[in-house]
């Protein structure tokens, strides 16, 4: 029996020692598949902008001990999976791994993240897919920093890789998105989650008038985020300090009677 199909992708870019961090880990579970951004790709959600190049550089990585052919993307990671789908990879993968972020994905505010982008184009191929993020200050968020000790995460990481090469996810759920808190062990215990309904970002005027060169909307943690109810995302991973493992379905459409909604709406 051949060996398991992976493919690893991130959002943070092929530099990024996340990625490093997942690739070491999913080492011992099969053949793992790097293609990445060439750059940072940040907030780039599921997006597939008409002015990525799409060009593909292959490069030669030491992982574990062994010399890896990775590819960077000039694309998001959305389109990185694409390409490793359709040109990289000559089987379909078993598993998509996206990450390993710096910073939580978390809340209403989680299409904006290139990472979780990545997982859900892999699950809209059909292929069990995860996302996994790594808390972090935002001045971190868009660093290579060596700071950030991603061994937790890449425990985790392995760990959910693993159920999900022996497991098959249920109907309605096409990518785990996996939360890992500050200062996480493996002995990190963790809980099934639902999306926090509160927005854990809020988005930053740009001051134009002290940085005119530089004014992209911003964003910081939201004042209200202690405010997120039990068993969501946003509770797990800060308030109880415990990885948290979010469902999430590509069916974006309301959790309502769809009958009863068209009477109210034509009533």
């Known amino acids: 029996m051949s060996e398991p199909q992976i493919l690893l992708t991130n959002d943070d870019g092929i530099r990024s020692p996340g990625l490093w961090a997942a690739a070491e880990a999913l080492d011992e579970l099969g053949f793992v598949t790097v293609v990445a951004p060439r750059e940072q790709s940040s907030g780039t959600g599921r997006s597939m902008p008409s ?4 060009q593909i550089h292959p490069e030669q990585i030491e992982v574990n001990g062994k010399m890896w052919t990775v590819h960077a993307v000039g694309g998001t990671p959305a389109q990185a999976v694409l390409h490793g789908l359709l040109e990289i990879m000559d089987v379909k993968p078993d598993l998509v791994v996206s990450g390993i972020n710096y910073g939580l994905n978390v809340g209403t505010g989680i299409t904006v993240s290139g990472t979780v982008g990545a997982a859900l184009e892999g ?6 897919s995860i ?3 790594q808390d972090a200050e935002s001045h971190y968020h868009l660093s290579y920093s060596e700071d950030i000790n991603f061994q937790a995460a890449g425990h985790f990481t392995a760990q959910f890789a693993r159920m999900l090469l022996n497991k098959e996810l249920p109907e309605d759920v096409h990518v785990l998105k996996i939360e890992i808190p500050v200062d996480a062990d493996p002995d990190t215990p963790w809980e099934i989650t639902r999306l926090s309904p509160v927005r854990y970002y809020t988005a930053v005027v ?3 008038e002290n940085n005119p060169e530089k004014t992209n909307i911003g964003y910081r943690v939201a004042d209200d985020w202690h405010t997120a109810p039990p068993q969501s995302d946003v509770h797990a991973v800060r308030i109880k ?3 948290s493992v979010t469902p999430l379905s590509l ?3 309301s959790r309502v009677d769809l009958d009863e909604l068209e009477s109210d709406l034509r009533g």
């Open 123 to 128: 699950g809209s191929a059909g292929i069990p």
């Open 241 to 243: 300090q415990i990885v």
């Open 206 to 208: 740009p001051d134009r």
């Open 251 to 253: 069916d974006l459409t």
């Open 51 to 54: 002015t990525s190049d799409g």
């Open 131 to 133: 996302a996994v993020s």
